[in-house]
């Protein structure tokens, strides 16, 4: 069964830190690009950061500096390590995964010009003090 299970959110007050993980199973890892998108309520979902299957990252302005995606294809994993929160942040994230093993592939899947194969189901991430 093809699944990607996001796990991590929570509440927590601004300034604070998240992990969130992206586990996958029913496809061959490897193949795919991976990212986290957030959306928040009105508003439309946008790429976050996203990561080639060979670990090229890509990262959205508003999250530069605070936001650091890895991940570990043996554990067929992708973490989204979230730092220095804001109320802003506050949104249901979602992992994805798009199948290219290109760098330009995952660049396109981040900025929402190449089509999502696969949808986690989301995990909420609330910041409020």
């Known amino acids: 069964q093809l699944q990607l299970v996001e796990s991590g959110g929570g509440l927590v007050q601004p300034g604070g830190s998240l992990r969130l993980s992206c586990t996958a199973s029913?496809?061959?890892?490897?193949?795919?690009?991976i990212g986290w998108f957030r959306q928040a309520p009105g508003k439309e979902r946008e790429g976050v950061s996203c990561?080639?299957?060979?670990?090229?990252?890509r990262y959205s302005d508003s999250v530069v500096g605070r936001f650091t995606i890895s991940r570990d294809n043996a554990k067929k994993t992708v973490y989204l390590q979230i730092n220095s929160l804001k109320p802003e942040d506050t949104a249901a994230y979602f992992c994805?995964?798009?199948?290219?093993?290109?760098?330009?592939?995952?660049?396109?899947?981040?900025?929402?010009?190449?089509?999502?194969?696969?949808w986690g189901q989301g995990t909420q991430v609330t910041v409020s003090s």
């Open positions: 029913g496809f061959t890892f490897n193949n795919y690009a």
């Open positions: 990561i080639s299957s060979s670990g090229a990252t």
């Open positions: 994805a995964a798009s199948r290219t093993v290109t760098d330009s592939g995952m660049s396109a899947m981040c900025s929402k010009k190449r089509p999502v194969d696969y």
